[in-house]
T-cell receptor, first 115, second 114 residues
């Protein structure tokens, strides 16, 4: 969905490096999410934010941190990347009290490889 | 453990057949469910949703059935086409759990052959 963009789309890095993945949205949604996707495991929630001052840990937050710089921007950081963080990362947004309850709109994904 | 799961990781069908993708959930407090479709190289896209006060909802070529008694959800695709080939995820949400987000199942890969 072009309304939710992620940068970079692909990244290869080395163990121990700090990495930031960025997400921007033009949908005007309050809520933003970060997921990781691994083969056979589906989507697992890392962090989510229901507004600029609200940050919540998801199922697998260890090793990650986030920053909600503005309503439209939500970045995910890996302070010291490790190989088992190699995965496909998705950002998503949803509208508070939207017509379709909690429907989430996903970005195109960032493929991260940690060597 | 997984709150939401799918019975089969893969499903292969012939073009024109009807497809049924199943999902079991464990949280009896969940009251909203969504089916997403993820094509190769793309993010998941919304297909259809259903609230717990309903047991059936229809869209264009798709129907979602909800059985709260056995905590089971299914997605039916009529006259399956090659363009339906993708990974399908179910997701659940419990509105009485303030501040929670969707929980996704592992996904079923649908392959449609001509």
């Amino acid at each position: 969905d072009a309304d939710v963009t992620q940068t970079p789309r692909n990244r290869i890095t080395k163990t121990g490096k700090r990495i930031m993945l960025e997400c921007s949205q033009t949908k005007g949604h309050d809520r933003m999410y970060w997921y990781r996707q691994d083969p056979g495991l589906g989507l697992r929630l890392i962090y989510y934010s229901f507004d600029v001052k609200d940050i919540n840990k998801g199922e697998i937050s260890d090793g990650y941190s986030v920053s909600r710089q503005a309503q439209a921007k939500f970045s995910l950081s890996l302070e010291s990347a490790i190989p088992n963080q190699t995965a496909l990362y998705f950002c998503a947004t949803s509208e508070t009290g939207g017509r379709t309850y909690n429907e989430q709109f996903f970005g195109p994904g960032t493929r991260l490889t940690v060597l | 453990g997984e709150s939401v799961g799918l019975h089969l990781p893969t499903l292969s069908v012939q073009e024109g057949d009807n497809s049924i993708i199943n999902c079991a959930y464990s949280n009896s407090a969940s009251d909203y469910f969504i089916w997403y479709k993820q094509e190769s190289g793309k993010g998941p896209q919304f297909i259809i949703d259903i609230r717990s006060n309903m047991d059936k909802r229809q869209g264009q070529r798709v129907t979602v059935l909800l059985n709260k008694t056995v905590k089971h959800l299914s997605l039916q695709i009529a006259a399956t086409q090659p363009g339906d080939s993708a990974v399908y995820f179910c997701a659940e949400n419990a509105s009485n759990q303030a501040g929670t987000a969707l929980i996704f199942g592992k996904g079923t890969t649908l392959s449609v052959s001509s």
